[in-house]
């Protein structure tokens, strides 16, 4: 029998035709998801025309002209990865580059952390901030069955990246508008409220969205319900250096959530610190109470980012691991971290002078006063909308501001167009 007769033969057999036509498709009945507000604002900005149009909805810094921002740091540790001939393009461990994460480690918790010192903690390579946040979901929703609290308002991917790991996601009032700044009383009343042993996902430095940060007090109050209660803290730390240009201030809270003993979640990116945006580079840390925990912990999550990612990339972890483990390297970053956090420390100063001059009614000592990337600026939805459409400035309908879309030649423009707003739309 010839090779045709056989599959003939078979589909006879079977009583198959050996031809079909194309049948339902299984994609009809998927509905359109709706567009990521942050990334649909930025097409908006982009298909924009006016020549003066000003883009402050995207989270990512800019420079005095406006552009990217590549740190030289970076662009020399580039070339040394590059030049280097004994680089190769195998995979990672499954946890990382560990110089990277030891490294990283290192620099949230401090090199003088007791949990480094008793060997009591685990660094695992993530893709960037965002998947050390999943990853960490991931593994609390095994082996922390709770509801997680996230701030009220946050980061808009924190609700989707907690529900989509299977978490039941709650809130915890943040923001007062009155005083533009910490609900405290509102956030330890609702924390006290909440089962014990939930999870609180808390932002160390520069809150995203608001740029109010806690005090140091106000940190030990948080901790202290938080010990009460036996929550568990997830820190998501986006900003270290970035908020204040002291990488050691702006780790304060969680280091001293360490000192005091708890165990906990951190996910770091340096997506804003160094600029890696597009690399993806992140590391999650966890502390534990014993070595032999952290080995356990390590094998889940291992076990976890296998099925989710198999391995992280290089590149970025690379760079990284370069510029945190040498020291030159490391003081010329510092110096380049400052000037990032400075120009934004300005833009606040130079926004808060010019509504000032302008008497713009109301009070806009919050834009001083709030840290880091963004400013919420108490603006309201239709507000926003008529600065999109007459004024051609592009903001997140919560008001929120990028202070890095801020430079010399646009500010008094945005002044003076948040100024009518504020004057003319209520
Ligand atoms: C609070 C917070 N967490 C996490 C991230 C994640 O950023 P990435 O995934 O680029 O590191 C961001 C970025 O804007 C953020 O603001």
């Not at 893709?127 to 609390?140: E, K, M, P, W």
């Amino acid at each position: 029998m010839t090779a045709g007769e056989r599959v003939s033969s078979i589909a006879s057999h079977l009583g198959l035709k050996g031809k079909m036509d194309a049948g339902v498709s299984v994609f009809n009945n998927v509905p359109m998801a709706p567009p990521d507000p942050i990334l649909h604002l930025n097409t908006l900005y982009k298909a924009d025309p006016n020549p003066h149009k000003i883009n402050l909805g995207v989270g990512a810094y800019r420079d005095e002209q406006g552009k990217p921002w590549v740190l030289p740091v970076v662009r020399k540790a580039e070339h040394i990865i590059i030049e280097d001939p004994a680089l190769d393009h195998e995979y990672l461990p499954i946890d990382g580059l560990k110089t990277f994460t030891e490294a990283s480690v290192r620099l949230i918790l401090g090199k003088s952390s007791p949990a480094v010192l008793e060997n009591r903690y685990v660094g695992c390579q993530t893709i960037s901030g965002s998947g050390a946040v999943r990853l960490g979901a991931a593994f609390l929703a095994r082996f922390r069955k709770a509801p997680i609290y996230i701030s009220k308002p946050t980061w808009g991917n924190h609700r989707a990246i907690f529900a989509d790991a299977g978490l039941e996601v709650r809130e915890y009032p943040y923001w007062n508008p009155e005083v533009r700044g910490l609900a405290l009383k509102e956030l330890l009343d609702t924390l006290k409220s909440a089962p014990n042993g939930s999870i609180i996902c808390l932002h160390p430095c520069a809150h995203n969205p608001t740029g109010v940060d806690p005090t140091p007090e106000e940190w030990k109050l948080i901790a202290e319900v938080i010990r009460d209660k036996s929550h568990f803290p997830f820190f998501d730390c986006a900003y270290q250096g970035f908020a204040s240009g002291d990488l050691d201030r702006d780790a304060g809270a969680v280091r001293y959530f360490v000192e005091q003993g708890f165990e906990l979640l951190v996910a770091q990116s340096y997506s804003k610190n160094i600029g890696l945006y597009g690399e993806r580079t992140g590391c999650l840390t966890v502390v534990t109470r014993t070595p032999e925990q952290a080995t356990a912990v390590r094998s889940q999550l291992c076990k976890l980012q296998r099925a989710m990612i198999s391995m992280p990339p290089a590149f970025g972890a690379r760079i990284v691991s370069m510029i945190l483990n040498d020291e030159k390297l490391f003081g010329q970053w510092m110096v380049e971290l400052k000037t990032m956090a400075d120009r934004i420390i300005t833009m606040r100063r130079e926004l808060f002078n010019a509504l000032s001059e302008l008497g713009t009614p109301g009070t806009w000592k919050h834009i001083v006063d709030q840290i880091g990337m963004f400013s919420y600026t108490g603006l309201n939805a239709n507000q926003v909308k008529v600065l999109i459409e007459k004024y051609h400035v592009y903001l997140t309908d919560n008001g929120r501001i990028s202070m890095a879309g801020l430079n010399s030649g646009n500010i008094r423009r945005f002044a003076e167009a948040l100024d009518w707003v504020v004057r003319n739309v209520k």
